[in-house]
């Protein structure tokens, strides 16, 4: 059973930044598109970056591009989110999976909360 577990997450002033961070357990990710995804409160969870098997392909969404860079360690099975310039709208739950979601395991880890104070 493979288990995604994030972490990095917290308090931070605007302006401010914080490096997340996503470990695989069970099975190596190294066949699968790895993305980051996030959920605000009364929100959906939407994709905000996500990194080809070997990292030639990145993609940001509009609201994180330039501010958020993510990178993979595939020797290490883990994925992270690098998240500078911070607003308080970046203030959500953080979770990481394939991209699309579902391919390594059944559901999502715990995610890390991220709170961006103004």
């Given at each position: 059973?493979?288990?995604?577990?994030?972490?990095g997450?917290?308090?931070?002033?605007?302006?401010?930044?914080?490096?997340?961070?996503?470990?695989?357990?069970?099975?190596?990710?190294i066949?699968?598109?790895?993305?980051?995804f996030r959920?605000?409160p009364?929100?959906?969870?939407?994709?905000v970056?996500?990194?080809?098997?070997?990292?030639?392909?990145?993609?940001?969404?509009?609201?994180?591009?330039?501010?958020?860079?993510?990178?993979?360690?595939?020797?290490?099975?883990?994925v992270?989110?690098?998240?500078?310039?911070?607003?308080?709208?970046?203030?959500?739950?953080?979770?990481?999976?394939?991209?699309?979601?579902?391919?390594?395991?059944?559901g999502?880890?715990?995610?890390?909360?991220?709170?961006?104070?103004?």
């Amino acid at each position: 059973q493979v288990q995604l577990a994030e972490s990095g997450g917290g308090l931070v002033q605007a302006g401010g930044s914080l490096r997340l961070s996503c470990q695989a357990s069970g099975r190596t990710f190294i066949g699968y598109t790895m993305g980051w995804f996030r959920q605000a409160p009364g929100k959906e969870r939407v994709l905000v970056a996500s990194i080809s098997r070997f990292g030639p392909t990145i993609y940001y969404s509009d609201s994180v591009k330039g501010r958020f860079s993510i990178s993979r360690d595939n020797a290490e099975n883990t994925v992270y989110l690098q998240m500078n310039s911070l607003k308080p709208e970046d203030t959500a739950v953080y979770y990481c999976n394939t991209n699309p979601p579902g391919l390594l395991t059944t559901g999502w880890g715990q995610g890390t909360q991220v709170t961006v104070s103004s």
